[in-house]
């Protein structure tokens, strides 16, 4: 009799152990992974972003492609906003920091690097978790300037389906005209 209370013990807790730990894997920061597919009207241009929050959760590594601009990328961001929003700038992703460039050809990979909690500007300045969720739900824009469309030539929500989300009808933000 002790020794099946033993093994029903020791089955339990094992059983304890195996749950939390998928549920910790499962919690993983490392799972979150947003995209985003930039396009614009007026333009041949196309773009796309992608996000990847490291294991610790304390940076978000990302890659920025563009090609097929009308004309000399000056800077790109990431802004708060839905696909019916112009929002603030939110995290500065080419170049690094302000004030924009004299402008450059994108060809391709225009930009990759780090965001931080530093990075954070704006109305996420100390919301570092808020940004983090707000990766992959739609909340987020990134926005692609050029000397001919300083308010933004291409831009796409940032979510965790390639941000495949199409502005309300009417809207013309971001296609030769976003913020």
Do not use: C
């Not at 099946?4 to 910790?24: E, N, Q």
């Not at 004309?71 to 708060?80: C, G, N």
């Amino acid at each position: 009799m002790k020794m099946r209370r033993r093994w029903g013990w020791a089955a339990l807790v094992l059983t304890a152990a195996v749950l939390m730990t998928v549920k910790t894997v499962g919690a993983s920061s490392s799972e979150i992974r947003a995209r985003a597919t930039m396009s614009g009207e007026n333009t041949r241009g196309r773009g796309g972003a992608s996000f990847q929050v490291a294991r610790d959760g304390m940076s978000v590594e990302y890659h920025l492609e563009a090609a097929n601009l009308n004309d000399l990328v000056t800077m790109a961001h990431i802004h708060a906003g839905t696909a019916d929003q112009n929002g603030p700038i939110v995290v500065w992703l080419f170049p690094g920091a302000p004030p924009g460039s004299a402008g450059v050809e994108a060809r391709g990979r225009l930009a990759e690097g780090v965001i931080t909690p530093d990075s954070l500007r704006g109305p996420y300045a100390g919301q570092w978790e808020q940004f983090k969720q707000d990766l992959t739900t739609g909340k987020l824009y990134v926005n692609v300037h050029t000397i001919v469309n300083p308010a933004g030539e291409i831009r796409g929500q940032v979510d965790d389906r390639g941000g495949h989300h199409e502005p309300e009808p009417g809207d013309d933000r971001g296609r030769g005209g976003r913020r």
